[in-house]
């Protein structure tokens, strides 16, 4: 059912409760798997010297965490996550890569704004499923796949097809 499967992840609570859950579908399909966190874009100028390159390296320390974070995520489940970093709006990023790399599922947390907040504005997991060409699931904060299947019928869809 699922073949390539591309996780908005950024770290918070809605990013790894999206990673928990894709880890299960990329098991149960043995699916291939893709992190991707978007950077903010940086500055096209700068006021002060260097400030580029310390926002830059910052950046980078920020991305190499996320990996590890999501490296010692996959481990339990004997899964390899790719990783992959963007510079951009992210609903807008996550969209195009789902798209040029063939995904055919997208993973995403909910985000925790208030609801006046993502009615006003519109969130990034509303944008992207709006906008994408694949499924999208969004998981909320809190979700668990322990102690019960990932999916609502309580069984694995592969075994059964």
């Known amino acids: 059912m699922y073949q390539k499967i591309l996780v908005g992840y950024d770290g918070s609570a809605g990013g790894q409760a999206a990673l928990q859950r894709a880890l ?3 098991k149960c399909f043995n ?6 966190w978007v950077r903010e874009p940086l500055p ?19 991305f190499t965490a996320r990996c590890q974070e999501v490296a010692n995520l996959a ?8 990783c992959e970093t963007r510079r951009g709006h992210p609903a807008k990023e996550i969209v195009n890569l789902a798209r040029e790399g063939g ?17 006003l504005l519109g969130d990034t997991a509303d944008r992207i499923s709006d906008h994408a060409h694949c499924s999208v699931l969004i998981v909320k904060t809190g979700a668990t796949t322990k102690g019960a299947s990932a999916f609502p019928w309580g069984q694995n869809p592969k075994s059964s097809v």
Request: no cysteine.
């Open 75 to 82: 481990a339990p489940h004997a899964l390899a996550v790719a």
């Open 24 to 26: 299960v579908i990329a």
């Open 31 to 36: 699916a291939q798997i893709t992190a991707l």
């Open 103 to 119: 995904y055919d599922l997208i993973v995403v947390g909910h985000s925790d704004h208030s609801e006046l907040w993502g009615r």
């Open 44 to 62: 096209r100028h700068s006021d002060l010297p260097g400030e580029y390159e310390e926002e830059k390296e910052a950046a980078d320390e920020y």
